[in-house]
C-alpha cells in the first residue's frame, strides 16, 4: 500500500520531499503511516521569505490586531479538533494524552490573545518609567521595545506536535515576528495537519509561518542577529545547536527548553492516612503515565519522608499496577505507548543505566498486559518504579534520564536533604511538594528555586483546581536554568518580549511624547478646545489639556470631607498632636484634593464620556494646608483602542488622563492617572 510523503510549507507553496527518506510508523501496530524526506529547497531563501514578506506585515499591525488574529484563529482550530484527535491516536496517545497537546496548545493561542489587552493598541511597547535625566527636566529618558526584523525558528520535540508549536508561534505572532516552525519528524504529521488548516483559513499573513516536514539540517547557516531560535528537546541535542557557529557570530538569541530531571517532594507530616499523601500518589502516577511519561515535565524523582518510604513504594505500586496499558482506542486503557519503537529502545538503555545503582521495585513486563495491543509490534512499556536508597551516593537518578514511564523514588532525612537532593538534578523545569505547612512550603520553595523554573506547591485546599505538576500555564514562565536549558518559551508578557528589541531612547518629554505616543511629564500641553470632555476619542490627542479653575482648600473643607469620609486621622483634625510629625498644621486629606480635582476638571454636561472606572499612580507628593490655592492640569496621557463586542456594543476606547493637582506656586501637590471610558464618534468601527 502507497502511503503519503509528508509536505511542507514555505515560500507561500506545499513542496512535497525531493526523496523520502525515512518511513513513519503506528506505535500502536506498527504499520506504516507515512514518508518524510530532505525538501530539497535553500534555507536561506526560505528565512528571507519570512522576514520580507510575513515580516513586513505583522510588524506593521498593533499588539491588538495580532490578538484578535490569534483568537480567530483558535476558533477555528477548536471547530476541526476532532480529526486532530484521531491522527494523534497513531502516537500511542490516549484521549487525555492528546487533549493535553490539542486543547492545550489551542488554549495558547486564546490565553495570548487575552494578553494583548496589557499592550497598546501600537506596533511597539512603552516599557517601564520615564528616567529623569537632568535637573528642570528638560532632558528624560525611556524604553521602547519593537518587533525583530527577523523570523522565530523553532525547532520542537516529538512529544507534543501541536502544544509544542502553537505555544510558540502565540508568542512569536503577538510580539510581530514570523515564525518557520521544525517539528521532530516522529511526529510531525499531526503538526502538518494542523498547519493545513492554518493555511487554508487566511486568517495568518502570508509569510508569517512557513513549515518544515523532515530534514532541516543546515537552517542554522542562515540566522542573523534579527532571528531568534528556540530548541525543545534533548539537552545534549540542544547544547550542540547552541554552539552553532552562526548562532555565536551573529549573536542570535537562543532559547532552549531541554527535558529535565524533576521532583516531586512529599512533606514530612503529609503522612499516610493524609489528604495530602493520597493527593502525592495520585500526582506522582499521573505524571509518570500520562503521555506515558513522554513529557518534559514529567516527574523523575521522588523524594519522601525515609519514615514513609515503604508506605509510598506500596501506594504507588498498587495505583500503577492499576493503570491499564494499551491501544488508546479501547475506553478502558488508561496509558498508551511510547512514539515509537526506536523511543522505547532508548528508554530501555536509559533504564539499563539506572538499574546499574537502583532496583526496579515495579515494572516488569510479566507483571502488567497489555489490552488490544501486541507488545511486539507496539512500542510500549510499563510504569516502572525503581527504588534507590542512598540517593546522596548513588548519584546515577539526578543524572540520567528514562524519557518514558519510569521514576525513581528515594528517602530524605529532614528537609534541608530534601531541598539538596532535589537541587542535584542540575537545574529543573519544574518541582513540586505536597505539603499543609505554610512554613515547610515557605523553606522548600526558596531553597530550591535557584535550581528551577516553577515550583507547585499542593495540597488539600489548591487540589480541586490545580492545574498539577506537570502543565505548565501561558501566562506563567515555562523553563529552567542549568540542564533545563535556560530559557523561557512562555510566561506572559515576559515571554513576548523575547522577541521585542528593547531600545533606550532620549530626548526632551515633548520629542518623547511624539515618539511613544504616551504624554511625558513636561512635554508641551496645548490648551484643549473644546474641553476633553466634549471630545470623541478619535478627536482626542495626546498631550492636549484643560488647565482648570482654582480653589483655595479651607478648614471647613477639611471638616466637612471627614464628615462624608469618616477619615478623621489625627492629621487632618487634631492640630495640638503634630508634634514631631512632618505637617506644620492640619492638612488636608490627599483624596480631598482628588476628590477636589475631579470637581475642577469633570464637564458635567452629557457628552463622549461614557465613565470613570478606575485610578493609577495615585501618589501626593507635597501637603495642602488651608489657606493654599489648587488647581489641575488635566492632560491626555494615552489612549487605547478597544474593539465591539457585539454589534450592539457601543464603540469605545479607554482614555488615560493625567491628573497633575498643583498649588499657587505651580508645584505639584498631587499626581494620578484616571482610566475613562470614551464613545467613538464612528459607531461602526
Not at 521602547?144 to 505555544?167: D, T
Not at 530524605?412 to 499543609?436: H, P, R, W
Not at 531600545?503 to 484643549?528: C, D, F, K, R
Amino acid at each position: 500500500m502507497k502511503i503519503r510523503s509528508l509536505q511542507s510549507y514555505a515560500l507561500g507553496q506545499w513542496i512535497g520531499p525531493a526523496n523520502a527518506t525515512q518511513t513513519l510508523y503506528n506505535a500502536i501496530d506498527g504499520n506504516p503511516i507515512y514518508q518524510v524526506g530532505d525538501m530539497g529547497h535553500n534555507f536561506g531563501e526560505i528565512l528571507d521569505y519570512g522576514r520580507r514578506i510575513g515580516g513586513q506585515v505583522i510588524r506593521k499591525m498593533t499588539f491588538h490586531e495580532r490578538g484578535r488574529i490569534l483568537k480567530a484563529l483558535a476558533f477555528y482550530l477548536q471547530e476541526r479538533k476532532e480529526k486532530y484527535y484521531e491522527i494523534s491516536a497513531l502516537s500511542g496517545a490516549t484521549r487525555i494524552d492528546s487533549w493535553i497537546d490539542i486543547e492545550g496548545g489551542i488554549g495558547n493561542l486564546f490565553a495570548y490573545s487575552s494578553l494583548r489587552r496589557q499592550f497598546p493598541n501600537e506596533p511597539y511597547y512603552v516599557d517601564g518609567e520615564t528616567a529623569k535625566l537632568s535637573k528642570h527636566n528638560t532632558f528624560i529618558g525611556h524604553h521602547i521595545m519593537v518587533p525583530k526584523e527577523g523570523v522565530a525558528v523553532h525547532i520542537n520535540a516529538f512529544n507534543f506536535p501541536i502544544w509544542g508549536m502553537l505555544e510558540k508561534i502565540a508568542v512569536n505572532l503577538l510580539a510581530g515576528v514570523p515564525a518557520i516552525v521544525k517539528p521532530a519528524t516522529l511526529t510531525s504529521y499531526l503538526t502538518e495537519e494542523m498547519v493545513r488548516d492554518i493555511v487554508e483559513s487566511g486568517l495568518l499573513p502570508e509569510g508569517s509561518l512557513q513549515l518544515i516536514c523532515g530534514s532541516a539540517q543546515g537552517i542554522l547557516d542562515h540566522v542573523t542577529s534579527q532571528d531568534v531560535v528556540t530548541f525543545t528537546g534533548s539537552a545534549s541535542t540542544g547544547r550542540s545547536l547552541k554552539r552553532h557557529a552562526r548562532i555565536i557570530d551573529e549573536a542570535v538569541p537562543f532559547n532552549m527548553e531541554a527535558d529535565s530531571l524533576n521532583a516531586c517532594i512529599l512533606g514530612e507530616k503529609a503522612a499516610p492516612g493524609t489528604p495530602e499523601f493520597d493527593l502525592f500518589i495520585k500526582e506522582v502516577r499521573k505524571e509518570v503515565t500520562v503521555k506515558s511519561g513522554q513529557k518534559c515535565t514529567a516527574i523523575r524523582r521522588v523524594i519522601v519522608p525515609e519514615k514513609y518510604l515503604e508506605d509510598v513504594q506500596i501506594a504507588l505500586s498498587k495505583a500503577f499496577a492499576q493503570t491499564t496499558v494499551g491501544n488508546p482506542k479501547n475506553e478502558k486503557v488508561r496509558m498508551g505507548s511510547l512514539a515509537g519503537m526506536a523511543q522505547r529502545t532508548d528508554v530501555l538503555s536509559q533504564l539499563d543505566k539506572l538499574k546499574q545503582e537502583s532496583e526496579v521495585i515495579f515494572g516488569e513486563r510479566e507483571v502488567m498486559e497489555l489490552v488490544d495491543a501486541d507488545y511486539d509490534k507496539g512500542a510500549f512499556l510499563f510504569p516502572t518504579l525503581l527504588l534507590n536508597k542512598a540517593p546522596l551516593k548513588h548519584t546515577l537518578t539526578h543524572e540520567i534520564e528514562a524519557f518514558g514511564p519510569i521514576t525513581t523514588l528515594m528517602p530524605y532525612s529532614d528537609l534541608d536533604e530534601a531541598i539538596t537532593l532535589t537541587k542535584m538534578g542540575k537545574g529543573s523545569l519544574v518541582c513540586s511538594i505536597v505539603t499543609n505547612e505554610p512554613t515547610e512550603a515557605r523553606t522548600f520553595a526558596l531553597g530550591v528555586a535557584s535550581h528551577h523554573g516553577r515550583v507547585l506547591i499542593l495540597n488539600e485546599q489548591s487540589a480541586k483546581e490545580s492545574t498539577g505538576h506537570g502543565s505548565p500555564m501561558p501566562l506563567l514562565v515555562h523553563g529552567g536554568p542549568g540542564r533545563a536549558g535556560g530559557g523561557e518559551e512562555m510566561g506572559g508578557k515576559r515571554g513576548v518580549m523575547h522577541y521585542l528589541q528593547r531600545t533606550a531612547i532620549q530626548g526632551s518629554p515633548s520629542m518623547l511624547t511624539a515618539v511613544t505616543n504616551v504624554y511625558q511629564y513636561g512635554a508641551a500641553q496645548p490648551e484643549a478646545n473644546p474641553h476633553l470632555f466634549r471630545q470623541y476619542f478619535e478627536d482626542l490627542k495626546v498631550g492636549d489639556t484643560v488647565f482648570t479653575h482654582k480653589h483655595t482648600v479651607t478648614d471647613a473643607d477639611i471638616v466637612n470631607f471627614a464628615n462624608v469620609s469618616g477619615d478623621n486621622f489625627y492629621a487632618h483634625m487634631d492640630a495640638t498632636s503634630l508634634e514631631g510629625t512632618i505637617f506644620e498644621r492640619r492638612v488636608a486629606h490627599g483624596y480631598f484634593v482628588l476628590s477636589k480635582a475631579a470637581g475642577l476638571f469633570v464637564d458635567p454636561k452629557k457628552g463622549p464620556v461614557l465613565l470613570n472606572y478606575g485610578l493609577e499612580e495615585a501618589r501626593f507628593t507635597k501637603p495642602v494646608y488651608p489657606g493654599m490655592t489648587i488647581g489641575v492640569r488635566f492632560t491626555v496621557k494615552e489612549k487605547v483602542d478597544q474593539e465591539k463586542r457585539s454589534e450592539e456594543d457601543i464603540a469605545k476606547g479607554i482614555v488615560k488622563f493625567l491628573v497633575d493637582v498643583y498649588d499657587e506656586t505651580n508645584e505639584t501637590v498631587a499626581l494620578a492617572t484616571i482610566l475613562t471610558m470614551v464613545k467613538k464618534r464612528d459607531q461602526s468601527a
